[in-house]
């Protein structure tokens, strides 16, 4: 084997070395926080450190969390995160019934985001979610919906598990009943209009 032929083997293995240690930093990092562990998901709660990369850029969120992320992600844009943000500034908001951040294991990649609205009131939380276009028609949604209903039924305070849709037969009314929701009622939004309620119970 020619001398250059060697130094570039070796530069290759240093680089995979250095890859894997990036990935196993990341890894550790990533269960140093709550992180609901679903079949094909990690749901990585968020933290005002997780909050602040967020709105930096996505390339500071993907390079604290050692994540790929998406050219598109979300549809609901900063002004969720920075609800989630002002909570947690208050300093006494439990951060495990706020905002999480789906990432797929098979691509270590961020496919959406999802969660609670807030601490359980008289027994109910209130749950949501987003997939990223380029990741629907996968099961995802129904993943993290399910996935976050369980996680609420660990807790004995929660009673019952609430979401709201569009007043309309769509995919996430179709979600919500494969998660053995029922549309309890109607309301009427200030931003959104008409919604169904859906619920489920212990």
């Not at 939380?125 to 993290?144: F, N």
Request: proline share 3%; hydrophobic share 40%; aromatic share 10%.
């Amino acid at each position: 084997m020619l001398p250059g032929s060697v130094k570039a083997k070796k530069a290759a293995v240093y680089i995979y070395r250095i890859i894997l240690r990036i990935k196993h930093i990341a890894m550790n990092y990533i269960t140093t926080r709550n992180v609901i562990d679903a079949p094909s998901l990690h749901l990585i709660c968020c933290d005002k450190e997780m909050l602040e990369a967020l709105f930096e850029s996505d390339a500071a969120l993907a390079a604290l969390l050692g994540i790929n992320i998406p050219a598109t992600w979300t549809e609901h844009g900063e002004p969720a995160f920075k609800w989630t943000y002002a909570k947690l500034s208050v300093g006494n908001a439990n951060i495990q019934w706020w905002t999480y951040l789906p990432v797929l294991k098979s691509e270590n990649m961020l496919v959406g985001s999802c969660g609670f609205k807030g601490d359980p009131d008289n027994g109910m939380v209130e749950i949501g979610y987003e997939v990223a276009g380029t990741y629907r028609g996968k099961g995802l949604a129904t993943e993290i919906a399910r996935t976050l209903i369980d996680f609420a039924f660990q807790h004995d305070e929660v009673k019952f598990v609430q979401a709201h849709t569009l007043a309309e037969k769509n995919e996430s009314g179709s979600i919500l009943k494969k998660c053995g929701m029922q549309r309890t009622g109607e309301v009427d939004d200030p931003d959104d209009g008409k919604l169904w309620r859906w619920e489920i119970t212990r």
